[in-house]
């Protein structure tokens, strides 16, 4: 049976929109309204198979998140935002919730430890990208990158990488299976399609890259908590790829 690319998408999407408590199911009518243009509860409730009663609460959910709007009452139409204002509204989302998330629990937590115990989490411009990358590269063990951007693997990263690989025995590196990496004696790649961000993980630290309208930006942080947590999913994806 031929797959369906845009089922494909969303499967791959909604484990991390579910994060955000976004459901697949709004996922697929968002899509839906932005690949075939503007329809109403009904005609996107036969269309993907949904009752006609579930379809008002999600595209109530949908309208209140600022996806979709709604048009003209009886009956009325709804269309879907542009791309671009969607991810700008997810990004902020994203920060928003970082932000809580700092100030719910890391800052509480925090004062429980010791005064010598100290963490940061940081945004990281497009211009320091590499520079971080190569410090946390440099100092840390225990080393597993994630490379899904071509223009993050250029040549000079490529040489600190098998620098590294030297020094480091479990140095891992998973790279999107459509990115070339020349062979480097005794590291270990695996590729793996379709992933979503770039990031460099250590035992003590991780520097998560991802883009944004052709713009590499990152976030990094050395609480333990947040290093265990990238490192358990980099495990995930290393069992996936090939």
Do not use: C
């Not at 009518?29 to 005609?43: C, D, H, P, V």
């Amino acid at each position: 049976m031929d797959s369906n690319p845009l089922e494909d998408t969303l499967a791959r999407v909604s484990r991390f929109a579910s994060i955000l408590g976004i459901s697949r199911a709004e996922l697929r009518i968002y899509s839906t309204l932005l690949l075939e243009g503007q329809m109403t509860a009904r005609q996107l409730a036969e269309r993907l198979g949904i009752s006609y009663t579930k379809i008002y609460s999600l595209l109530t959910k949908l309208e209140e998140r600022g996806w979709i709007k709604r048009l003209g009452k009886k009956p009325a139409v709804y269309e879907a935002i542009p791309l671009r204002d969607l991810w700008a509204g997810i990004k902020k989302m994203i920060e928003i919730k970082v932000d809580e998330f700092e100030k719910e629990f890391i800052e509480p937590l925090s004062s429980l430890l010791s005064p010598s115990s100290t963490y940061s989490i940081t945004m990281i411009p497009s211009d320091k990208i590499k520079s971080t990358f190569y410090e946390i590269l440099d100092e840390g063990n225990k080393v597993s990158i994630a490379i899904s951007y071509p223009e993050l693997l250029s040549e000079d990263i490529i040489q600190a990488i098998k620098a590294k690989s030297y020094t480091s025995p479990d140095l891992r590196v998973i790279i999107q299976s459509d990115i070339n990496i020349p062979e480097i004696s005794g590291l270990q790649i695996r590729k793996l399609s379709n992933m979503f961000g770039s990031g460099l993980i250590t035992s003590t630290a991780v520097l998560l890259i991802i883009k944004n309208a052709d713009k590499l930006s990152g976030l990094f942080s050395n609480h333990k908590y947040i290093v265990d947590i990238a490192t358990v999913y980099f495990n995930h994806l290393w069992t996936q790829a090939k």
